[in-house]
Structures are given as C-alpha cells and as structure tokens.
C-alpha cells in the first residue's frame, strides 16, 4: 500500500506520528520507524537545541529507519531559539521536518539548503497552496476532528480533504480522527496520500504516557473532548477534564487569557502524562478518542492498520464493486 508520499520520505507504510509537545520522545518515534512509518521527535521537548540533538542520537541508536523532527514555531512573548533548534536539525542530518503554526517561508530555503525536505502542518486549503508557493515538499492538512489546534474555520476531513487535493500538487497527508484502516482507506479515497496520527499512538505501549490517562483514553469516547480558547480565536481541542471545563466557563463569561494562564500553562499540562491525574491539567486529543479500544504496541498497531485495509479492500469494496 505505497503511495508517492512513501517513495519522497523512505518508509514502508503511508503514516505518520505527528509531533507531540511531551510525547514525542526517541522511543516512541525509534518504534515507529521500526514499523514502517514515519515518526517525528519533537524539537521543543527538548529543553535547548543541545538536548535536542542528544535526542536525534538516541533515537538512532535504537533505530537505522527515517525518522524526523517537529519543529513548531508560535507568537510567544519568551520565544524558544527557534534558530537555533532550526540549525540542530540541520547539522544532525535529519531527512525531514515537520513545520507548524507560522508561515514556513523563512525556514525553507535553510531546510533545504541544508538537504531536509519539508512537511508543513496547515488547517485550510489556503494555508496548504500558501505552503506550496513558499516551496515546501509536502503538506499535512489537519481537519477540525484533530487533537490541538485545528484552525478557526471548523471544516471536517471529509471536506476539507479532497478541496485542499483539488487545489495541490504535493503530496498531502490527512490528520484529524485517524485512527485505523477505515480511516486511512477513506483518506486515499479522498485524495490524500496517507494519513497522520497523534492521539491514536498517543495511546501505545511506548509512548511516554502513565498508564492511567492511556486507560482513561480507552474508556473515553468521541464525546470526550473540549473546545478551549474559541473566544480568543486560537482553538484548541483537548481531553475534556476539569481544568478544560473551567477555562471554557472564564473565557465565555468575559475572561481573559491572563485568568486562564495558569491553568492551561505547558508545565502543569506535562505532569499529566507523568503523573495519571487527567485533571492536573490540559492534555490534547482528538476526536478518535472514540475509536481508541486497547493500547498496542506500535508495531500491533501499525500491522492492524495496514493488514484490516488490505481485507477491506479485498473483502468489503470488492462485494460492493461486483
């Protein structure tokens, strides 16, 4: 089940593991590219870009396979050395990274120069052409069912994915409610060229999850998540748990972001996967919450996708085409 986004990147199975704030760990992404998909660390993770390319070593030490980096780059009023992480990437010898939240123009032609091909993470049609004039290899086109920020213009995959494959050229991977082979026979049917997946993998036996917020996932279901920040026009969707539940009454009765920072603060939502409380603070998931049945290896997980799509195409679309 190769696709033209397999043959650009070097990996067996049309996947991806998105870069995860917390989560996106060598061990993680070593054993999605010991299954045949591509996995990206997740730069900002990584206290400087000194520990970062610590990291990048540690991963290949566990794995020969490709794997890259998350680079995700916000308005912030303490930027992180957003060149710095930039250039580690590049001096590591990283085959690909992952770019988000800003426009990637600046960034590309150093990715480039520097032999990394670009995967740039957009939530409409407009960002995904956007992207592409600036030069990027290739897109990840995240719909409003996704784990954190999915965009202000609340369009579904089933939309928002054959418009953004009428209006490019790249190669395109679908994000947001992906989660097994339905998912990602659905996804090529509709013009992308593979799918991503965060939550899903979120909830494996590698991740770098306690095991109580992975049996808390598994018990959960597709109406367990919470829209945050929808009145400051930065959405984001999160587990559904106390903390959500206030920053959502605040800013909807007037609030601003400075009466919810310490809530949704970065700190105190990273001691949620260390510690198991899932209202100690906020935590990202999508929509898939509600396909979530077990927590496989990534392996297990990886080789049910791919060999469910093969019998649905060979079994289901095959009764239905005759």
Known sequence: MRTRFCDMFGIEHPITLGGMQWVGRAELVAAAAESGVLGFLSALTQPSPEDLVKEIARCREMTDRPFGVNLTILPSIN??????????????????????????????????EGGVRVLHKCTSVRHAVKAQRVGVDAVSIDGFECAGHPGEDDIPGLVLIPAAANAIDVPMIASGGFG???GLLAALALGADGINMGTRFLCTSEAPVHERIKEQMVRASELDTELIFRPLRNTARVARNAVSRDVVRILDSGGAFEDVREL??????????????????????????????????????????ITEAHSILDERLNVLAN
């Open 264 to 305: 949704v603060s970065g700190a105190r939502g990273s001691q949620v996967y260390e510690t198991g409380d899932p209202d100690h603070g906020i935590w990202s998931a999508g929509l898939v919450l509600g396909l979530i049945n077990d927590v496989p290896t990534v392996a297990e997980l990886v080789d049910r996708i």
């Open 180 to 182: 097994d082979a339905r």
């Open 79 to 112: 930027p992180p050395p957003y060149e710095e992480y930039r250039q580690a990437i590049v001096e590591s010898g990283v085959p690909v990274v992952e770019t988000a939240g800003a426009n990637p123009a600046e960034h590309v032609p150093v990715f480039h």
